[in-house]
Antibody
Framework: EVVLLESGGGLVQPGGSLRLSCAASGFTFSNFAMTWVRQAPGKGLEWVSP????????YYADSVKGRFTVSRDNSNNMLYLQMNSLRAEDTAVYYCARGGEYGSGSYQYYFDYWGPGTLVTVSS | QSALTQPASVSGSPGQSITISCTGT?????????VSWYQQRPGIVPKLMIY???KRPSGVSNRFSASKSANTASLTISGLQAEDEADYYCCSYAGLSTYVFGTGTKVTVL
């Protein structure tokens, strides 16, 4: 069974930093791209950042470019999102999802499994 | 990158069919056969319902179907059931490993 579990969310002041983690199990993590998607309270889904299976390719939404960094540790089946210079508008539930970039031999242009999410609140 | 446009809400009675539209541009929906649809019930993780415009993952009811014409994709739910009440989001690949989600549609079963 595929399981994704995010952690690391919490309350942070504007301008602060936070590192989110996503622990993956139930599949060969190193064969799949992963993506961060967020959802502000009462709002819709917003694509944030994918990373290829190897970790060599990363991309970012314009709203987070230059402030967020996605990375992964394939030896420990972990996905990360380093968030710096946080703003109030970054307040959201952050989901990790499988897919969205190049995996083992092919691109997966959809997100087939999602974690329950972790809430990030940026407020003074 | 602007969000894809979906109706805010769609409703129907049990057993009826409803269709949710998702309008993008020639740079996303109209350019790639890579629209996916997600169901999000209250407090539940988003669930993949359709991928690559029309394909249904194993385990998803065949009451869910999808189509696309030019810059507009559509999700149809046939034989509407109470359990179908949820928010639905479309998502399109937009090139250079970027994606854009739709604004979301709340489906109400009357």
């Amino acid at each position: 069974e595929v399981v994704l579990l995010e952690s690391g969310g919490g309350l942070v002041q504007p301008g602060g930093s936070l590192r989110l983690s996503c622990a993956a199990s139930g599949f060969t993590f190193s064969n799949f791209a992963m993506t961060w998607v967020r959802q502000a309270p009462g709002k819709g889904l917003e694509w944030v950042s994918p990373i290829s299976a190897s970790g060599m390719s990363t991309y970012y939404a314009d709203s987070v470019k230059g402030r967020f960094t996605v990375s992964r540790d394939n030896s420990n089946n972990m996905l990360y999102l380093q968030m710096n210079s946080l703003r109030a508008e970054d307040t959201a539930v952050y989901y990790c999802a499988r897919g969205g970039e190049y995996g083992s031999g092919s691109y997966q242009y959809y997100f087939d499994y999602w974690g329950p999410g972790t809430l990030v609140t940026v407020s003074s | 990158q602007s969000a894809l446009t979906q109706p805010a809400s769609v409703s129907g009675s049990p057993g009826q069919s409803i269709t949710i539209s998702c309008t993008g541009t020639s740079s996303d929906v109209g350019r790639y056969n890579l629209v996916s649809w997600y169901q999000q019930r209250p407090g539940i993780v988003p669930k993949l319902m359709i991928y690559e415009d029309t394909k249904r993952p194993s385990g998803v009811s065949n009451r869910f179907s999808a189509s696309k014409s030019a810059n507009t994709a559509s999700l149809t739910i046939s034989g509407l059931q109470a359990e179908d009440e949820a928010d639905y989001y479309c998502c399109s690949y937009a090139g250079l490993s970027t994606y854009v989600f739709g604004t979301g549609t709340k489906v109400t079963v009357l």
